[in-house]
């Protein structure tokens, strides 16, 4: 620790690290070890690129987490923030008004929604969009008629956030541990991890073994119980875990054959991440309601939001009356207009469809030549801009190592040394860069990432 008082001879980036291990808990991470060692000091942000406060570089593989799509620095989404606060730089959605930049922004927004989409919550995060999912839908369905449906279903090992109540969707043990949870009224069923769980089955059985685990729960607890079933449609914070294609087919016939809500959680897969608009849309299934964040305002300021379709909205709106929600930065304007620009770029300048049609399928391609024979890779699963790596002991039997947090965050450290940021899950090695990222940029991440896993390897003595 540096003595702050005496701090005349030391670097700025010791001065910002004894800053931080003196008022901050950071996020998922011992604090103690933290303060011991220094977190690095990033400064500066351009395209895919970033700087740390010692002046080294580094692609930035990740989109900051998983949220600057469109890339750092870009001067249409600062000016638009600049105008707007200079022209109302914060008012509500309180006291019977609105404001011009967040209608521009919900009209654009629905542009750009699959048209069963009708009404939206705005939030601050996506952790948020989550909370005011479970408020949301336990008041539908009590304007309804249907009151007792109550209870929520997520996804062991799925994530949808650090709140009470999005922790509590999730399905991480360890947060739950942390917190007394799950809050009562929230269950979980089986992930579709297929390399991890599927043993003797193959990828399409174990897809519908999986999918009818929410069938089984839902006659379990009663179907005028079950309000909602709520999940990624790919596993994010999880390990970037993508269901196989037997999954969410079944998944949608066993919602809509009991009446539950099918809630796509698309803070991660929205805006472009999968090369197309939403997630649900490339995994071919139809959500009642969308949550979003992330890639709204491609991080530049915070804001999220909860989608609901047009059978949700009309019924709140036509039969509920007054709705005892609100929060104070709901739709603040310099958000709306920050996302705004944000999506007429995204728009505009065809980044989805170059992330479906170019860069994509060049990502893709590019880590299946370069680690599919690789010792240490036993699956690599992704679609557009968004991959991850798996470790394994043994190819043939699927077998993973017992201290495989430990090899990926070694991996993850390798990464850091080679200027590269990816992120390390369980046994998974993923990676989301933003959607503006080039051809050589993306040779860049490949052989980046592929030096980290080499030194991994050789740690292991299989290089």
């Known amino acids: 620790m540096y003595d702050l008082a005496n701090s005349k001879d030391i670097s700025d980036t010791q001065r910002y690290q004894a800053i931080d291990a003196a008022h901050h808990i950071n996020a998922f991470l011992d604090q103690k070890a933290l303060n011991q060692e220094g977190p690095r000091v990033m400064v500066k942000g351009r395209g895919v690129h970033l700087w740390d406060s010692d002046g080294k570089q580094y692609l930035d593989g990740m989109s900051g987490l998983w949220c600057t799509n469109i890339g750092y620095g870009r001067q249409d989404l600062i000016k638009a923030a600049a105008n707007q606060m200079d022209e109302l730089s914060y008012y509500n959605l309180f006291f019977h008004t609105t404001h011009p930049a967040v209608n521009e922004l919900s009209e654009r927004l629905f542009e750009l929604l699959p048209g069963q989409f009708s009404h939206v919550i705005y939030t601050n995060s996506g952790s948020e ?62 992930e579709p991890y297929w390399y991890a769980h599927g043993g003797e089955l193959s990828p399409a059985e174990f897809g519908l073994q999986c999918a009818r685990e929410l069938e089984t ?43 539950v809500l099918l809630c796509a959680d698309e803070v991660i897969g929205g805006f472009g991440r999968t090369g197309e608009w939403f997630a649900h849309q490339h995994f071919g299934f139809e959500p009642d309601t969308i949550s979003i964040a992330k890639g709204l305002t491609s991080g530049y300021v915070p804001m999220g939001g909860l989608v609901l379709s047009r059978r949700i909205g009309a019924a709140l709106v036509e039969h509920g009356g007054v709705f005892a929600h609100g929060l104070t930065y709901s739709g603040h304007p310099v958000a709306a207009a920050v996302a705004l620009a944000n999506l007429d770029a995204l728009d505009k300048e065809g980044i989805v469809e170059q992330t479906r049609n170019d860069t994509g399928p060049y990502l893709q391609k590019s880590l299946r030549e370069v680690f599919g024979q690789h010792p240490l890779i036993g699956e690599i699963q992704g679609t557009g801009l968004v991959a991850a790596l798996q470790f394994c002991e043994n190819k043939e039997s699927r077998k993973r190592f017992e201290n495989e947090s430990d090899l990926t965050w070694a991996c993850r450290t390798h990464g850091f040394d080679e200027g590269v940021i990816i992120r390390s899950t369980l046994g998974r090695m993923v990676m989301a860069p933003a959607l503006v990222i080039t051809r050589a940029e993306i040779d860049q991440l490949v052989e980046k990432t592929r030096r980290a896993v080499d030194r991994t390897a050789r740690d292991l003595g299989l290089l």
């Open 129 to 190: 969009s989550n909370e005011v999912l479970i408020r949301t839908v336990r008041r539908y369905w009590d304007v309804v008629g249907k009151p007792s449906k109550k209870i929520f279903i997520g996804r062991h090992n799925g994530y949808h956030g650090s709140t009470v109540g999005s922790a509590s969707l999730g399905g991480m043990k360890f947060m739950h541990e942390m917190g007394d949870l799950p809050i009562p009224g929230v269950v979980h069923i089986g």
């Open 217 to 259: 729960k839902i006659l379990e607890l009663g179907a005028d119980n079950v309000a909602a079933f709520v999940a990624e449609p790919f596993q994010g914070a999880g390990g970037m875990i993508f269901p196989p294609e037997s999954y969410w087919p079944e998944i949608q016939r066993i919602c809509r054959q009991y009446d």
